[in-house]
């Protein structure tokens, strides 16, 4: 299900292995009976995205962007701080979180879903919505994985929220500089494959998420007023 998406560290990429280059394996005519499987073989160039899909991922991401943003300015030690329960997160640890997922699923992107093997046949569209529809909800909750989970690793909410605007530019920058990001794909927990498209529209979403789930926060009765 999508809606189980969110949990970073259940962000399972099987083992998978790199398309092979016809340089690296000095691929030989002789190896195949015919011209034309001989070029079936050879690999395909990138399949760039559109522009329109370039606009609404980055879109996407600046919208969040300022969500967290929004929802963060003006806050007192004491807002930041607040917590509804033993068992529930603050502000801070929400933004924390949120810097921290940043860095860890485009490194996976990057570094394992783009190194993954094509995946023709795909309803992309499909699965763009489905991520930006469902991710968000927060009908049904999840728990974090070990390494996202709040530490005071950025010294202070302020350091936080910093971390989290630059890590989110590096983002922005990633998806569109990155040639190739509907060409690999892997295997999820929710049963289908994401490519590395997708995973930067999860990075977005991911911080809509928790965007709500701040306004949550500030919505319990007992959130200091100042």
């Known amino acids: ?17 790199a398309a092979t280059s016809l340089r690296a ?3 030989k005519l002789g190896k195949f009976n015919n011209y034309s499987a001989f070029f079936a073989a050879m690999p395909l160039p990138p399949q760039e995205l559109t522009q329109a899909e370039k606009d609404r991922a980055v879109q996407y ?25 033993p068992d529930r997160w603050s502000i801070a640890q929400c933004v924390e979180h949120l810097a921290a997922a940043e860095d860890y699923i485009r490194g996976m992107d990057a ?16 699965i763009d919505d489905g991520v930006m529809a469902m991710v968000p909800d927060r009908s049904q909750k999840a728990q974090a994985p070990e390494p ?14 910093k971390h989290f605007v630059e890590s989110r530019a590096k983002t922005e ?4 500089t990155t040639p190739g990001l509907r060409d690999h794909a892997v295997d999820s927990p929710l049963g ?4 590395g ?28 007023k100042n």
């Not at 570094?111 to 499909?126: F, H, I």
């Not at 289908?192 to 490519?195: E, F, I, S």
């Not at 498209?197 to 200091?224: C, G, M, W």
């Open 1 to 17: 299900m999508f809606k189980r998406l969110l949990v970073g560290a259940t962000i399972v990429f099987l083992a998978c292995s």
């Open 25 to 27: 394996q000095e691929v």
């Open 61 to 85: 991401l600046e919208k969040t962007k300022q969500g967290v943003l929004d929802a963060t300015k003006g806050l007192s030690e004491a807002q930041w701080n607040f917590k509804a329960g």
């Open 111 to 126: 570094e394992k879903v783009m190194m993954a093997p094509a995946v023709p046949g795909r309803d992309t569209k499909k």
């Open 148 to 161: 996202l989970v709040p530490t005071n690793r950025f010294g202070s909410p302020d350091g936080s929220l």
């Open 173 to 176: 920058d990633f998806v569109k």
């Open 192 to 195: 289908t494959k994401l490519d």
């Open 197 to 224: 498209y997708e995973f930067v529209l999860l990075i977005a979403a991911h911080s809509e998420r928790h965007t709500k789930q701040i306004l949550e926060v500030k919505a319990d009765p007992n959130y200091p």
